[in-house]
């Protein structure tokens, strides 16, 4: 089993900034690709960011320049700098990641956390 587990949700005003962050635990072999993800009331979840196991990011258009994906390997944690947020922002933000799990082969799952909510307030 491997569970992902997200923090650092809440409610700030526009302009602010929140710090998520996930962590990865249960019985794995590595991670490679993590990422955040977001559903907003009565919309699609959508991608808002990732980043593979050798640093490589990609963003959403829509927060580039104001959110920041990083992670800890060797913690085994991805983490979302959220600035400059705005009324859009608002949604439930789900931790994403693709484990290998071995038993007597490997192979590749994909993993999501229960979600934080995040309200952006005008």
């Known amino acids: 089993q491997v569970q992902l587990v997200e923090s650092g949700g809440g409610l700030v005003q526009a302009g602010g900034s929140l710090r998520l962050s996930c962590a990865a635990s249960g019985n794995f072999f590595s991670i490679d690709a993590m990422g955040w993800y977001r559903q907003a009331p009565g919309k699609q979840r959508e991608l808002v960011a990732t980043i593979t196991s050798g640093g490589n990011t990609n963003y959403a258009d829509s927060v580039k320049g104001r959110f920041t994906i990083s992670r800890d390997n060797a913690k085994n944690t991805v983490h979302l700098q959220m600035n400059s947020q705005k009324p859009e922002d608002t949604a439930v933000y789900y931790c994403?990641?693709?484990?290998?799990?071995?038993?007597?082969?490997?192979?590749?799952?994909?993993?999501w956390g229960q979600g934080t909510q995040v309200t952006v307030s005008s």
């Open positions: 994403n990641a693709d484990v290998y799990v071995c038993n007597t082969g490997c192979r590749r799952y994909g993993y």
